[in-house]
């Protein structure tokens, strides 16, 4: 069965400070891969996606991806973090359910920044 | 351009009373997707609908919970005679296509408390 896994359940690190998210998954095929972010209170937003092609991905607000099909991994990364990045970050997988895109989503990673 | 509406926002109820939640996709989506979020989880997937269809509910508790899609109006997920265990956020997604390549976006949510 189609899983996500993210083995940290909160990461704080210091404004200005590199990030890496960590996320596997666990899927037969090539898998198409997601990752939100939840603001408190608020829905998720769509950081990035990978289909397939270039398996390092660009997404939004400075937030990048790379797909390694080795390690079922598709680690989140960012260069330097801001205050405003502290939310809660959701990996999902889908591309299985015969045509329609029903995602599976890990349990989230919490990220808190220092300033 | 409006997102995805979901009303109310928060809603409270009692033990073995009905809760409805609205969800209005983006203009020009005719798919949506219904999520729960229990605290400190991920989002579970619940139900696919299309215009008065439903693809698949296979995640929908198979007693209690139901949702439709009319042709004109909202998306209605329907949980009956609420309990405890269904305090959790709701999210509904709607996409203008069923393709993976898709983007879903996400509602803010509906957060229900069973008193």
């Not at chain 1, 889908?94 to 808190?112: C, D, E, H, V, W």
């Not at chain 2, 042709?71 to 209605?76: L, W």
Request: hydrophobic share 35%.
């Amino acid at each position: 069965a189609q899983s996500v896994t993210q083995p940290d359940i909160h990461i704080t690190v210091s404004e200005g400070a590199s990030l890496e998210l960590r996320c596997n998954y666990s899927y037969g095929a090539t898998p198409y891969l997601f990752w939100y972010v939840q603001s408190p209170g608020q829905g998720l937003q769509l950081l990035l996606k990978y289909f397939s092609g270039d398996t390092l991905v660009q997404g939004i607000k400075g937030f990048e991806a790379e797909f390694k099909r080795s390690q079922s991994s598709f680690n989140l990364r960012k260069p330097s973090v801001h205050w405003s990045d502290a939310a809660e970050y959701f990996c999902a997988v889908g591309g299985f359910s015969g045509g329609y895109n029903k995602l599976i989503f890990g349990a989230g990673t919490r990220l808190a920044v220092h300033p | 351009n409006a997102g995805v509406m979901q009303n109310p926002r928060h809603l409270v109820r009692r033990r073995g009373q009905e809760a409805r939640l609205r969800c209005s996709p983006m203009k020009g989506h005719s798919h949506v997707y219904w999520y729960r979020q229990l605290p400190e989880e991920g989002l579970k997937f619940m139900v696919y609908l299309q215009k008065e269809n439903i693809i698949d509910e296979s995640g929908m508790p198979k007693e209690r919970f139901s949702a439709e899609f009319p042709k004109e109006g909202p998306s209605i997920l329907r949980i009956q005679q609420v309990v405890r265990g269904d305090s959790a956020a709701y999210f509904c997604a709607s996409s203008a296509g069923e393709e993976y390549q898709e983007t879903q976006y996400f509602g803010p949510g509906t957060r229900l408390l069973v008193l």
